[in-house]
C-alpha cells in the first residue's frame, strides 16, 4: 500500500488505521532511540500519526509515504529535545535483548554483547547516532535518509562511516 499513497491527498480513517498497523512499531523505535524514553516514543509517535492524518493533502509524493512519517517524526522528536526539561535528563535507559539462546551462557552473552553496542550508540552524538539507526535498523536508502535529515548524500556517507568507526573503536577499547 505505501506505493499506492504516493499521490495521495485524502484518506478514509479506515485505510490510516492500515498505514499506523504497518509503520506504527518502526516510527515509535526510531523516536525512542531519538529521545531514550518510552512513554515520551509513545506520545511523540501518536503526535506523528496524528499530524500525518491532519496534513496529507500535503504529501507530494517526492519520498516513500514511510520517509516521510519518519520526517514528521524526526521533526517533533527533535522539538522534543530543544526543551529545556528534556536536556536536563538522563538518557540511559539500556535496550533489551528478548532473543533467547540454546543455552544460557549463550543468551547471557548474546545480551551483554547487544547491551554493550546499544549504550554505545546511545552514546553516540546525535548527529552520528541518527543516521546509524536509519541505516542499520530502519534500512532506509542514502537518499532516504538524506531527504530525512535534509542533509547531502555525501554527509549521510560520512556520517555513517563516523558513527561505525567510532562504535567499532569503543567495542575495541572496552574489551581491551
Known amino acids: 500500500m505505501d506505493d499506492n499513497l504516493r499521490y495521495v491527498s485524502e484518506i478514509e480513517a479506515v485505510d490510516f488505521r492500515y498505514v499506523i498497523e504497518n509503520h506504527g512499531q518502526e516510527v515509535w523505535n ?5 529521545v531514550g524514553k518510552p512513554d515520551i516514543a509513545d506520545d511523540i509517535t501518536q503526535d506523528t500519526f496524528s499530524k500525518a492524518y491532519r496534513y496529507i493533502a500535503s504529501f507530494r509524493g517526492d519520498s516513500s509515504f514511510r520517509t516521510w512519517l519518519i520526517k514528521i517524526a524526526r521533526n517533533l522528536a527533535s522539538d522534543y529535545r530543544k526543551k529545556s526539561f528534556f536536556r536536563k535528563m538522563i538518557l540511559m535507559d ?3 535483548d528478548n532473543k533467547t539462546s540454546p543455552s544460557a551462557e549463550e543468551e ?3 545480551k551483554e554483547f547487544s547491551d554493550d553496542i546499544w549504550r554505545i550508540v546511545l552514546e553516540l552524538p546525535m548527529k552520528l547516532r541518527e543516521v546509524l539507526l536509519l541505516d542499520a535498523v530502519h534500512h532506509m536508502t542514502m537518499k532516504e535518509i ?3 535529515l535534509n ?3 555525501g554527509t549521510v556517507k560520512s556520517r555513517i ?9 569503543q567495542l575495541e577499547k572496552e574489551n581491551d
Not at 30 to 34: A, H, P, S, T, V
Not at 161 to 169: I, L, P, Q, T
Open 94 to 96: 539500556i535496550i533489551q
Open 151 to 153: 542533509i547531502s548524500i
Open 30 to 34: 526510531y523516536i525512542y532511540f531519538l
Open 108 to 110: 547471557y552473552l548474546s
Open 161 to 169: 562511516y563516523r558513527a561505525r568507526a567510532k562504535v567499532a573503536k
Open 146 to 148: 538524506a531527504d530525512t
